[in-house]
Structure formats: structure tokens, C-alpha cells
């Protein structure tokens, strides 16, 4: 790997808020290099609960700042990726003894699902210039007055020195980590990290709503619709210090959940109805509240470097709702020569250009368009792919022109447009990660898919 120019941004996690800053500074005419050591999306942005909310306990919490960003945002983020964020109506059960109807009223959200929102910022941000690595690390990085000198790692182990005029550290549960590789203190600041887990069961129910389940201790679990056939239910809150690399929603967790739900749907959940848990850990900004729970939610911009000094700036807290007002605070706090104004608010995502303006009606006209692809494959095909439905299909004049069917009407094709378009290496990064189609492939799907990827995964490593 060689990146011998000085850019203007290093930035290091390619998480929503490493890809949102990507975005932002590349159309404001920065030059940008985004490495992430592993997977786009890889980390804690995979496992939020993918709601896009104002948030009631940042209510109770008194956080208005972020209650009024959060809300604001919303209705900018439906129009910039309506084929990703979905509206939906929250059921919420009322017990006397929790929390006022008033408050459950003011905190009412939107349910949205985000699968592709880091990749289509990514996938924006190198439209616009950015250059972004995939499988590469940041080892250490120094000051050397003006410019900060970096080494980076690739995954084959080589290494290569890069210089940048300001470093970006958009590194989620790693951020003091990053800091301290660059040498970077950052005073008294300091993350808490809170572990969270999520379960995905067959439907529980029909129609389209979300419910909002209020439990013992103020807890919130969400219970959601969740790829046709499923349901989403979480999350849980705990205290973590242990491996961010090996972090997983265990027995007692999956179990709790299944309690939660136990005690306001009629039947009770066992743990045995499981099909997949997922787990991630909060970065949160250390304010010392007393509970996991009271820890805000807001984040916190961290500048290092005096005027002279080429400047870091350490993305703790937040959340996916904020990302885009996020990327627009961290450009403004940089203030580097050279910048240009915002611009993000009124600009669509990759794939936002539904034709008719929904889903629905870009579905109808994929199936126009290719009058042998089934409406539930159409379907799936927009809210994954909106516009760009049409690109990924190409030239097919039939069901055989999209070359191996995987199952779940996973062809060649799609996955060679993953590999091309969206950073895929792996049949994790294609089943969990860019789709969800993991939860309805066999094993021996799975494995054939492993196959098909075989080269390329060798050729990445060689
Ligand atoms: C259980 C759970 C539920 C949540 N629910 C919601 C929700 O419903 N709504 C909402 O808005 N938010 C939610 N969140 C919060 C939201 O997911 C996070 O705030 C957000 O994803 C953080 O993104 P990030 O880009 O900062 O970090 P990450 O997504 O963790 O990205 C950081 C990246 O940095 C990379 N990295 C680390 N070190 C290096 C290095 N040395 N070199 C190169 N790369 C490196 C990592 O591999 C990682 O991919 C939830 C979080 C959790 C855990």
C-alpha cells in the first residue's frame, strides 16, 4: 500500500461517524484518507438498535441539546436515504407505576433500518475524493509540526508512512487507544464503555409496529419488526471492561430478554426461539454518572495541538442519529484553511432517488423493468440498494444472467457488486453485515457462498 502525498485528513474508524466525516470534508474539498483495520461498519455501528430517535431517557436525563439535534435530524436523514429509514408506530404498554404517559409521549421515536448507512456515506465520501483502506490499521502516528506523520499496517503486514495536515479519531470503544498510539493525552477525558446485546427471534407478531417495553429498574427493551420474517428485541446496558475484540451477548443477557418480552406479550419467550445475538459496546463520553444507564448520550469533540501544530480531534460519545450534525462540528472545530461550508443537510445518499418517491413504487418498477424478478426479491433489492437496484442488476434479461443463486435470491451478481462497490471480502461481511440474508441461508448455502469467495479472500491475503 502507498499513500505518498500529504492529505489534508487522516482519519482513523470506519464507523458511521469515521465514514460521516469522510463525507463531509471531501465535499468541502479536503483531500481524505479513511483507514479502517477491519470491516466497514465492523464494530459498534452494527450493532446499535438502528433507531433513529430523539430519545426518551435523554429526556429524563435533561439532555435537550441532544433531544433537539436528534429530532432535527430525523426529518433530514428520511430525506437523504428514504430507502434505508423507514417511519414506524411504537405500541407503548402503560403501567401506572413507570414512567408518566407525558414523557412516554415526548419521546416518541422513529424506527429505521440503517443496514447500509456507513457503506452509503463511504461509498459518497470516495465519490467525492476520499480515499479509503479497507484491512489497514493505524500503528502509531507523530507530530512533526504542521503535518502529522503516520505508519499504517495493511492487513498482508505491510506498512507504509502517510502525512496529513490533521488526524481525525473516529475510533468508537478504541478512541483513548488511538490517542494514545498518537500520543495524544486528551487530559482528564475518558470513555465508559457499556456492553449491549440484542436477540432476533421468528416474528412474534404480525403488522408493522414496534413496541416500546418499559421493566423493572426504568430499563427500556425495544421490540422490532426485523427483516419481514424476524423480530429485533433489545437491548441490554452493562458495564464492560473486558476484550473489545471478542465482545458477545451472552446466556444471562439472551435470557433477560426473553423475560422482558415474557412479561408483556402473552406468551412466554425461550431462549431456545433464538436464531442469532449480536452484541456491541457503547463508546460513551465519562461524565460519572452513577448508572450506565444516566451516562450521556451526547458526544464530545476533543481538540489537541496548539495553532502551530497540525490538529487531532478525538470523536467520543454520540450516536448514529447525530453522525451527519457530528461530521459538521468536527469540520468547524478543525477549522482548517482551505475548508469549504457545509453542505450535507439537503444532499441525498447513494441510492436516495427512488423513482415514484418510495419504496413501494421503485419496487413496482424494478419489476417492471426486470418482469422476472419476484416482488419480494424487488422489495428487498430497493431497501437495500434504492436506486441503485437497477446498477447492481445491469444487463440481466433473466433469472440465469445473475449467475450462482445462493438462496434468499442471493445471485453472483449481487455479491460481485458487494466485492466491487462495498468494500465485501468475507461471506460475514455479505450475510450479516451488508444484508441480513445470514439469517435465512443453510449451512450449505453458507459454504457454497465461502467457495465463490475463496480466491478473493486468497488474493487479499498473498
Ligand atoms: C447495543 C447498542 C445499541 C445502540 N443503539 C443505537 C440506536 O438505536 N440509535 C443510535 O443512534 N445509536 C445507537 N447506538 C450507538 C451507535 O451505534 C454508536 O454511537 C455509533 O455506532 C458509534 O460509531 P463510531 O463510528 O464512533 O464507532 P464504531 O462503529 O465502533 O467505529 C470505530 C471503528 O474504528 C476502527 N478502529 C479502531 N482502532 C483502529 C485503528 N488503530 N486503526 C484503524 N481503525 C481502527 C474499528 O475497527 C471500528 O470499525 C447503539 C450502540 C450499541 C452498542
Known amino acids: 500500500m502507498t499513500v505518498s502525498s500529504a492529505v489534508d485528513l487522516l482519519i482513523v474508524g470506519g464507523g458511521i461517524n469515521g465514514a460521516g466525516i469522510a463525507r463531509d470534508a471531501a465535499g468541502r474539498g479536503l483531500s481524505v484518507l479513511l483507514v479502517e483495520r477491519g470491516d466497514l461498519a465492523g464494530a459498534t455501528s452494527s450493532a446499535s438498535s438502528k433507531l433513529i430517535h430523539g430519545g426518551l431517557r435523554y429526556l429524563e436525563f435533561g439532555e435537550f441539546r441532544l433531544v433537539r439535534e436528534s429530532l432535527l435530524e430525523r426529518e433530514v436523514l428520511l430525506r437523504m436515504a428514504p430507502h434505508l429509514i423507514h417511519p414506524a408506530a411504537f405500541v407503548l404498554p402503560h403501567d401506572r407505576s413507570l414512567r408518566p ?35 489497514t490499521e493505524l500503528v502509531s502516528a507523530r507530530r512533526d509540526g504542521a503535518l502529522w506523520r503516520a505508519e ?30 498518537a500520543g495524544v493525552e486528551h487530559g482528564k477525558a475518558a470513555l465508559r464503555l457499556v456492553k449491549g446485546s440484542h436477540i432476533v ?27 419481514q420474517d424476524f423480530t429485533l428485541i433489545g437491548t441490554t446496558e452493562a458495564p464492560f471492561d473486558g476484550d473489545l475484540a471478542d465482545v458477545a451477548c451472552t446466556d444471562e443477557e439472551a435470557a433477560y430478554l426473553c423475560r422482558a418480552v415474557g ?3 402473552a ?3 425461550p431462549p431456545s426461539a433464538i ?18 444507564s444516566a451516562v450521556t448520550r451526547d458526544y464530545v469533540l476533543l481538540r489537541d495541538g496548539e495553532p502551530s501544530q497540525a490538529p487531532m480531534l478525538s470523536v467520543l460519545g454520540g450516536k448514529i442519529t447525530t453522525y451527519r450534525r457530528l461530521a459538521e462540528h468536527a469540520l468547524e472545530r478543525l477549522d482548517l484553511s482551505g475548508t469549504g461550508a457545509a453542505w450535507s443537510a439537503g444532499s441525498p445518499l447513494p441510492g436516495a432517488a427512488l423513482a415514484g418517491g418510495s419504496t413501494e413504487t421503485a419496487a413496482a418498477a424494478l419489476c417492471s423493468d426486470y418482469p422476472w424478478l419476484d416482488p ?14 437497477a446498477a447492481m442488476l445491469g444487463d440481466a434479461r433473466r433469472a440465469e444472467d445473475l449467475g450462482e443463486a445462493f438462496g434468499a435470491g442471493l445471485t453472483a ?50
Open 152 to 181: 499504517l499496517r495493511a492487513a498482508d503486514g505491510s506498512r507504509a508512512q502517510v502525512a496529513a495536515r490533521a488526524l481525525v479519531n473516529a475510533g468508537g470503544p478504541w478512541a483513548m487507544e488511538i490517542a494514545r498510539r
Open 101 to 135: 404517559r407525558w414523557m412516554l409521549r415526548l419521546g416518541l421515536l422513529l424506527y429505521d433500518h440503517l443496514g447500509r448507512l456507513v457503506i452509503a456515506n463511504a461509498r459518497d465520501a470516495v465519490r467525492r475524493g476520499t480515499r479509503i483502506r479497507r484491512g
Open 413 to 462: 451478481r449481487e455479491v460481485d457488486w458487494l466485492r466491487r462497490e462495498e468494500w465485501a471480502e468475507s461471506a460475514d461481511d455479505i450475510l450479516w453485515r451488508r444484508t441480513k440474508l445470514g439469517l435465512r441461508l443453510g449451512a450449505n448455502e453458507r459454504a457454497r457462498l465461502g467457495k465463490y469467495l475463496a480466491p478473493c479472500v486468497q488474493a487479499m491475503k498473498s
Open 263 to 265: 412479561r408483556w406479550f
Open 275 to 292: 436464531v442469532w445475538r449480536f452484541a456491541g459496546v457503547r463508546p460513551l463520553y465519562e461524565d460519572h454518572a452513577r448508572s450506565a
Open 201 to 227: 427471534v421468528p416474528r412474534l407478531y404480525a403488522g408493522a409496529q414496534a413496541y416500546m417495553l418499559q421493566n423493572d429498574g426504568g430499563r427500556i427493551v425495544f421490540v422490532l419488526p426485523f427483516e
Open 376 to 389: 419480494v426479491s424487488a422489495d428487498r433489492l430497493i431497501r437495500r440498494y434504492g436506486s441503485e437496484a
Open 267 to 269: 406468551q412466554p419467550l
